[in-house]
């Protein structure tokens, strides 16, 4: 974020959600960051591939599970999806930007279900108990 901090700063009409927010800092639903920071994971693990780290970069570029979204964004970020690239391309154009938050909002709010679902097998609730029986 460094090298383009102040265009950053100076951006307009560009959204900066909440599920965007956990992707660009890797602290959100990611094995990762539950088993490092949240200590809610015993592993670093993709609960999806089976992958050994489940990261915002693995999210983005490598889990098979998102492959067709993954399709999507590329169509039209073309083939760098790595954080830095994803950053820059937020300062492009609308149609970039509003592909990454389409993205990373989509995604991310399917991790988090997967993670009450678990959590509530963790503390031995019935899945459908987690999110109030619906």
């Given at each position: 974020m460094?090298?383009?901090?102040?265009?950053?700063?100076?951006?307009?009409?560009?959204?900066?959600?909440?599920?965007?927010?956990?992707?660009?800092?890797?602290?959100?639903?990611?094995?990762?960051?539950?088993?490092?920071?949240?200590?809610?994971?015993?592993?670093?693990?993709?609960?999806?591939?089976g992958a050994a780290v489940d990261s915002a970069q693995h999210t983005l570029v490598v889990c098979p599970r998102?492959?067709?979204?993954?399709?999507?964004?590329?169509?039209?970020?073309g083939g760098n999806l790595s954080l830095p690239s994803i950053i820059i391309a937020m300062l492009g154009d609308d149609e970039s930007c509003k592909a990454i938050v389409s993205f990373c909002e989509t995604v991310m709010s399917q991790k988090?279900?997967?993670?009450?679902?678990?959590?509530?097998?963790r503390r031995g609730l019935h899945p459908r108990a987690t999110n109030g029986g619906a």
């Open positions: 460094r090298p383009v901090l102040e265009r950053w700063m100076r951006r307009k009409r560009k959204p900066l959600t909440f599920h965007l927010t956990q992707v660009l800092t890797g602290h959100g639903c990611f094995g990762d960051y539950m088993c490092r920071m949240a200590q809610r994971e015993p592993k670093t693990e993709c609960h999806d591939c998102w492959a067709a979204l993954r399709q999507s964004l590329t169509s039209v970020l988090e279900a997967d993670e009450r679902v678990r959590g509530g097998r």
